[in-house]
């Protein structure tokens, strides 16, 4: 079955600091997709990012990177330099290509982490 | 298209009333998903229709829950003999395909059972 953990719950930090919200997955499947959502106050879920198995190459957009590394199952998301606007539950979450029935894709969600940028 | 459309925003209702919950995909998406979230966790996958097919359920969708895309276009969630562990927020989140492009969500619709 599969899983992700997020095991930082929240984090504070002061505006213009980085931040790297760390996120572990379990899967059988060997292709399968990662996705982070940002969850602000409003509560609808922003897509940030999608990344297939078989790309591990590092991602930049703009202030936000992304570091995949199979070898520890581990797609972990940096903020540079965070501003008030970051603040935010940000939820990783993956989606296996076989595994789940019928072939629906499901996204199973980590817990999240609360983010709270001090300004 | 303004992206995905849910109402109503907020529900309350008594236990053991029936709650109905619908969603406006956008227009040219084939995959619909229904989720629930609960506070202080993440959301957990319901249910999916590919057009108007509904392909599959989870077992967290019990015989009080209800789903349905007519024509495969909006769909509804309806739950009947409401209970307070109903209470949370019920997401729905449709997609192209795959979801390439990522599972584009609504705002939700958030339900209080008192």
């Known amino acids: 079955a599969q899983k992700v953990t997020q095991a930082q719950t929240e984090i504070s930090v002061v505006e213009k600091e980085d931040v790297t919200l760390d996120c572990v997955y379990e899967t059988r499947d060997t292709t399968y997709y990662l996705f982070w959502y940002k969850q602000p106050p409003s509560g609808e879920l922003v897509f940030l990012i999608r990344?297939?198995?078989?790309?591990?190459q590092n991602e930049i957009s703009g202030r936000y990177s992304w570091n995949f590394q199979k070898s520890t199952s581990s797609f972990n998301f940096t903020i540079t330099a965070s501003q008030v606007v970051d603040s935010a539950v940000y939820f990783c979450?993956?989606?296996?290509?076989?595994?789940?029935?019928?072939?629906?894709?499901?996204?199973?969600f980590g817990k999240g982490t609360k983010l709270s940028v001090i300004p | 298209d303004t992206g995905v459309s849910q109402n109503p925003r907020h529900k309350i209702t008594k236990r053991g009333q029936n709650v109905t919950f619908r969603c406006d995909p956008i227009s040219e998406h084939n995959r619909l998903y229904w989720y629930r979230q609960t506070l202080g966790q993440g959301p957990e996958f319901l249910t999916y229709?590919?057009?108007?097919?509904?392909?599959?359920k989870s077992r967290l969708l019990s015989d009080r829950f209800s789903a349905e895309r007519p024509k495969g276009s909006f769909s509804t969630l309806e739950i009947q003999r409401t209970e307070q562990g109903d209470s949370a927020m019920y997401l729905c989140?449709?997609?192209?395909?795959?979801?390439?492009?990522?599972?584009?969500f609504g705002s939700g619709t958030r339900l209080t059972v008192v």
């Open positions: 229709f590919q057009n108007e097919a509904q392909l599959e």
């Open positions: 979450a993956l989606s296996e290509a076989q595994g789940s029935g019928a072939g629906s894709y499901q996204l199973t």
């Open positions: 990344r297939n198995s078989f790309d591990e």
């Open positions: 989140a449709s997609s192209l395909g795959q979801g390439r492009d990522g599972y584009t």
